[in-house]
């Protein structure tokens, strides 16, 4: 199709085809001079001058949403604490409020040793080279004479240095029970190491440290247990959940793995336990709780068609390194 464009005077009509260009006559540029002598402003400084504006209308709405927002969020907060603080500060009015703590039948085990007793106590009990004075700092435990406990105790201090610093942790509940806890780091040659001093009553009723606890001690030693020398054993660990499904523990469906951790050995264990059975709902109890560390004592078996560093759990003995009257796994 043919479009003719309208012509005037004598002008030829020259034919146009779709598409093309309309022809509008020759259109002359605008002008670069300024006649007036002002300063030119280009369509875009229009614009920024009106955006000042706008900017502030928008910033006026939105201090005024954070604001209330902030308000309600510290009226909640200060709702809250109140509720904490006054449940705090009424729950300890009653008698026997301390047995829902420990789970005892009676307040017995109140935490009556002070912060600076527990830490003088530590450094004369670590100081100490006569074995008769032992069972006045330590609770022995099963199989450890006071001469074993000293010559260990002079091992670990010869390794790993003298005493810099202490640490008050306070109280803590594993197992049901009450203990007291202190850190303790020790350095030698600029390497500090850490070890926890925990408290528990004595059958006298005194507080003492538990020196299978502070020593870690794992019957047999861990170096044996990583060499595969032991079928079973008894473990003080730091635990955490783990992804290592492999052998005969291939099958996520059957099995939970647990990563078993010390300061003693530099491999890491994997642990397996029955998915749903009372160990592996014990250990995930204690991995959940608020603690940033998870300590346990287990009891692990090395069964024969295993890999290298697996072991199956057989009994979640407690869920720190001090043993309870009862295994901790029988509550789950």
């Known amino acids: 199709m ?31 001079e300024n006649p007036t002598g002002r300063k030119k402003r280009s369509v875009r400084s229009t614009r920024r001058k009106k955006l ?4 502030w209308v928008w910033s006026a709405l939105v201090c005024i949403v954070s604001f209330y927002s902030m308000f309600i969020s510290l009226a ?8 904490r603080n006054g449940n705090s500060a009424n729950s300890y009015e009653k008698p026997g409020d301390f047995d829902l703590i420990f789970e005892k039948e009676e307040s017995s085990d109140l935490p009556d040793l002070k912060s600076d007793e527990a830490i003088g106590i530590v450094t004369q009990a670590l100081a100490n080279r006569d074995p008769g004075l032992m069972r006045d700092f330590f609770i022995l435990g099963k199989g450890n004479t006071p001469e074993q406990a000293m010559e260990e105790l002079v091992r670990i201090s010869d390794a790993e240095g003298t005493i810099v610093r202490t640490e008050w942790i306070g109280l803590k509940s594993p197992n049901g029970g009450a203990v007291l806890q202190v850190y303790v780091f020790t350095a030698r040659d600029g390497q500090e190491r850490a070890r926890t001093a925990q408290f528990a009553k004595n059958s006298d009723g005194k507080w003492r440290i538990d020196l299978d606890a502070y020593l870690r001690k794992c019957v047999p030693p861990l170096a044996e247990v990583v060499a595969g020398e032991a079928v079973t054993s008894q473990v003080r660990v730091f635990v955490d959940e783990d992804q290592y499904y492999h052998g005969i523990y291939s099958d996520e469906t059957k099995w939970k793995v647990y990563a078993l951790a010390s300061p003693d050995i530099t491999d890491i264990l994997y642990a397996y336990a ?6 592996d709902k014990a250990l995930r109890g204690i ?5 940033k560390l ?5 009891s692990i078996v090395k069964q024969p068609d295993s890999g290298p560093r697996q072991f199956e759990i057989s009994r979640v003995i407690a869920e720190d390194w001090i043993i309870g009257d009862k295994d901790f796994d029988e509550s789950f």
């Open 2 to 32: 043919i479009i003719k464009r309208h012509t005037t005077g004598g002008e030829k009509t020259k034919p146009r085809k779709i598409g093309d260009a309309p022809a509008i006559g020759n259109v002359p540029r605008a002008s670069t």
């Open 274 to 279: 029955k998915l749903g059975s009372s160990q």
């Open 76 to 83: 909640r907060h200060t709702r809250h604490s109140e509720e």
């Open 294 to 298: 998870h300590r346990a004592t287990l």
């Open 52 to 55: 000042p504006k706008q900017f």
């Open 287 to 291: 991995i959940d709780s608020d603690e």
